[in-house]
Structure formats: structure tokens, C-alpha cells
């Protein structure tokens, strides 16, 4: 059974650019949740697809945003890009939504440098 | 205030040695989940649970929902056991997901 699939896994942007990521759940999962990774702040919820909608979300600015196809793949966008921005984007698919009980699988991690 | 304390942030233990890492929440959650993180980022779910104890070979969960607390165990600890363990809490209201800030365990040969 394949994993989740993240890409790219390494990119490099300067600022005020864009960026799209993309997370290709395990097969049969209907929730996608992506998260944010950095030194100073950790692990930090960024939002969560289920059923190609948006359930909730985290405490981000409107530059972060996603959506999920029918197929459950997901895509996160984030677009003026400040150095901030600069992370590991973690994606994690669920059988049920990340509130329930459902187990969570992540992907290895897209890392994103802002120049 | 954080929704998720852990303790101790960083850990270092003799191959060997029982090890135990807390974790305590302050709001209402539907489940807690141990993860484990290796140098180079990738994320692996040790434990989901919502209640009691659960046991995977040398790692043992536990959690009392009236004291609002988890502990994760690892049994005659080995130096592959190296790695960060994170706790996360989900909860129903709100749809929010909540992390802790990682105990970072070194395990010498």
C-alpha cells in the first residue's frame, strides 16, 4: 500500500513569490491535513481537507490556502512569500477527520527555503 | 499558555534504560497521538488513543483523561529509539489539532 506522497521535497523561492505543494493521500483517505514545521514555533496545524472541502483552520494569514481535488489529493498555496515562510510543510492523510479518532500517516515533507 | 505540555524537552538515557516522556493538555480532546520524528523530518504515528493503554513491542502509552495526561514508555531504551517524540491532541470542538513542543531523546550505546 503506498504511503503519502509529497512534492516537491526541496524547493527554493525568493520573496514575494509563490508557491504550490501538493499531498497525494494513502488510497481510501478523505482527510488531508497539512502543518507547518520551524525551529522557534514547531509543529503548527495549518488547515484540513475532508471530502474536498476545508473543515477548519489553523491561526495563519489568508496567504495560506489549499484545496483538495476529488480524488483526495491536496494542494496547499502560499502565495507573497516572506522569510518567515521559510519550513517544512508536513501533509498527514486520515481515514476521518484529525478531531475524531483517526490514525494519521505524514509524508515525508516538502522543505521550503525563502531567499 | 500552551494546550500541550511536554516534558522533559531534551533527554539522555544509556542504552538500556526505561524511559518515560509526559505530556499534559488542558482542553476537552477526542484523541492524543505519539508521534516520532527522525532527523530529516519524516513523521511516524506511534500511538493513537483515546483512553487506557496501549503496547507496541517496547513502547507503552498511556492516558488518564480525568488528570488530562499521557505518558509514553519505552522499555531497555536502544540508541535506534533516537528521535523526537511529539504528543497531539485533536479535539471535536473546534476541529483542532494541537501540538507539543517535543522531547528530543538521545539513547548512547
Known amino acids: 500500500k503506498a504511503g503519502v506522497t509529497q512534492t516537491p521535497r526541496y524547493l527554493i523561492k525568493t520573496r514575494g513569490q509563490q508557491v504550490t505543494l501538493s499531498c497525494s493521500p494513502i488510497?481510501?483517505?478523505?482527510?488531508v491535513s497539512w502543518y507547518q514545521q520551524t525551529p522557534g514555533q514547531g509543529l503548527q496545524f495549518l488547515f484540513e481537507y475532508f471530502s474536498e472541502t476545508q473543515r477548519n483552520k489553523g491561526n495563519f494569514p489568508g496567504r495560506f490556502s489549499g484545496r483538495q481535488f476529488s480524488n483526495s489529493r491536496s494542494e496547499m498555496n502560499v502565495s507573497t512569500l516572506e522569510l518567515g515562510d521559510s519550513a517544512l510543510y508536513l501533509c498527514a492523510s486520515s481515514l476521518s477527520r484529525v478531531s475524531s479518532t483517526g490514525e494519521l500517516f505524514f509524508g515525508e515533507g516538502s522543505r521550503l527555503t525563502v531567499l | 499558555k500552551n494546550e500541550v505540555e511536554q516534558s522533559p524537552q531534551n533527554l539522555t538515557a544509556q542504552e538500556g534504560e526505561f524511559i518515560t516522556i509526559n505530556c499534559s493538555y488542558s482542553?476537552?480532546?477526542?484523541?492524543l497521538h505519539w508521534l516520532q520524528q527522525h532527523p530529516g523530518g519524516g513523521i511516524v504515528s506511534l500511538f493513537m488513543l483515546s483512553s487506557g493503554k496501549k503496547k507496541h513491542g517496547r513502547l507503552i502509552a498511556t492516558i488518564n483523561i480525568q488528570e488530562k495526561h499521557s505518558s509514553l514508555h519505552i522499555t531497555a531504551s536502544h540508541p535506534r529509539d533516537s528521535a523526537v517524540y511529539i504528543c497531539?491532541?485533536?479535539?471535536?470542538?473546534?476541529?483542532?489539532?494541537?501540538f507539543g513542543t517535543g522531547t528530543s531523546l538521545t539513547v548512547i550505546p
Open positions: 482542553v476537552g480532546i477526542s484523541a
Open positions: 488510497s481510501g483517505h478523505r482527510s
Open positions: 497531539a491532541v485533536g479535539r471535536y470542538t473546534g476541529n483542532q489539532f494541537y
